[in-house]
């Protein structure tokens, strides 16, 4: 992977056709260490958010050992980068080739389900095994979040009782409960409501649960979203396991994705035709902008001239992507300079997170050059990144220290 110090470096060198994601290993380093050091429990990282190999290398490299799978592919992933990893099958819905795939070729022994029918498919594939870690995902309601993620899997809790007790039953390992507050979570009182609520579904089921899985959701900074210091959502999940009736040797999880990576990459592309205040790229909502187009979110933007940039007033656009297809469209708004124009590069940050790992190859376009940059991410250029995560910069040197973690990690299996 060929490194350059900035983007710029890259625009003056030479101007690329294509777009080029400019990936900083360091944030991820960063983000690894704060959530190893701060989350009192284990952290496993939900590979969905970016398969990239540098990406699991890298996490991997800053104790990150534990990664929650979702597919065949991204068991072999993480094998192949991560090798010896523990890896947990969170997908609530498996084929059964590849539950026997993860357990016979893969040493999963991590699988998550929400109904009857699920646990008898697990059980079947595996062989009858007992040595199986089994974790019911519940469907919390826990308002507050960016993207909703209760509809499509998960149990209600008050018809959970007959399958945790069902569940516990079919191991000899461990039974636990996981929940999402949903992605981009505003809200970390969201993560204590949810426990709550999985505490009531295991009282009512009179078990215990061995693993409390707390999900995802672990937010990022974007303009317009500045969510609470991360700290405070560790605080709130530590206040929800200590009002839950589990044993003291109970585990505590979790599966952060967009707060480990989403500073990780940022994505330069080319104006291919300017029309008013519309500009049209060379990547779009096919490519790596699905976000800012189906969702509507506003990146941070700026942008990159080879003669050092622009002196104009800033101005809002919308992009349009280089697709023939209509939706292929991003409102913004994205602030920059009045006078940008055809062939000008604009650097889009934040896309770590389901950026890159969304492209498709739709009308022959998605083909993504990518290289390291030196210089820090976008959102810590601009103060945006959230206060309890330094930025790599501030990390290189011994001033800033990381938040210690609350009590001793507990037990690991």
């Keep these: 992977m060929h490194t350059y110090h900035t983007p710029l470096d890259l625009v003056r060198e030479r101007s690329p056709e294509r777009p080029v994601a400019f990936v900083r290993p360091d944030a991820l380093a960063v983000a690894a260490r704060w959530f190893r050091t701060s989350f009192t429990g284990d952290v496993f990282y939900a590979v969905k958010a970016n398969p990239s190999p540098w990406a699991i290398r890298e996490l991997a490299a800053n104790g990150v050992s534990s990664f929650d799978v979702a597919s065949t592919a991204e068991i072999e992933l993480v094998s192949a980068h991560a090798p010896g990893s523990r890896m947990a099958f969170m997908h609530p819905v498996k084929s059964r080739a590849a539950i026997a795939s993860a357990y016979s070729d893969h040493g999963v022994r991590t699988f998550a389900l929400d109904s009857h029918a699920e646990l008898a498919k697990i059980l079947a594939a595996t062989g009858g095994a007992r040595d199986l870690n089994l974790i019911v995902r519940l469907a919390v309601e826990a308002p507050g979040a960016a993207y909703a993620l209760n509809g499509k899997f998960g149990i209600s809790p008050y018809e959970a009782p007959e399958l945790l007790r069902a569940t516990r039953q079919a191991t000899s390992e461990l039974m636990g409960v996981s929940f999402h507050v ?3 979570c505003m809200r970390p009182s969201a993560y ?3 426990m709550a609520q999985a505490s009531r579904a295991l009282v009512r089921a009179a078990v215990f649960a061995d693993v409390v899985d707390v999900g995802g959701g672990f937010p990022s900074v974007y303009p317009g979203m500045a969510p609470p210091d991360l700290a405070e959502y560790v605080a709130a999940i530590d206040r929800g396991f200590s009002e839950m009736m589990v044993h003291e040797t109970t585990e505590l ?3 952060p994705g967009r707060a480990l990576v989403a500073e990780g990459t940022s994505l330069l592309t080319r104006v291919e035709l300017r029309k ?7 990547d779009g909502a096919y490519g790596s902008l699905f976000d800012a187009a189906h969702s509507k979110w506003p990146f941070p933007v700026k942008l990159v001239r080879a003669d050092g940039g622009s002196s104009a007033p800033l101005k809002p656009f919308q992009f349009y ?3 023939c297809d209509s939706i292929d469209q991003m409102p913004g708004p994205f602030w920059l300079p009045d006078d940008i124009a055809e062939g000008d590069h604009i650097e889009i940050g934040m896309l770590g997170a389901y950026g890159v790992a969304m492209a498709t ?3 022959g376009f998605g083909d993504v050059e990518t290289v390291r940059a030196n210089d820090a991410p976008m959102a810590s250029m601009f103060g945006l990144a959230p206060r309890s995560i330094p930025t790599p910069r501030q990390d290189s040197g011994s001033v800033i220290k990381l938040t210690r973690a609350r009590g001793k990690k507990r037990r690991r299996r």
């Design 182 to 184: 949903g992605s981009q």
């Design 192 to 194: 204590q409501a949810a």
């Design 253 to 255: 999880w979790c599966e």
């Design 276 to 282: 008013g205040d519309a500009l049209y790229l060379n």
């Design 321 to 323: 992507g280089p697709t």
């Design 361 to 363: 190859r739709f009308n």
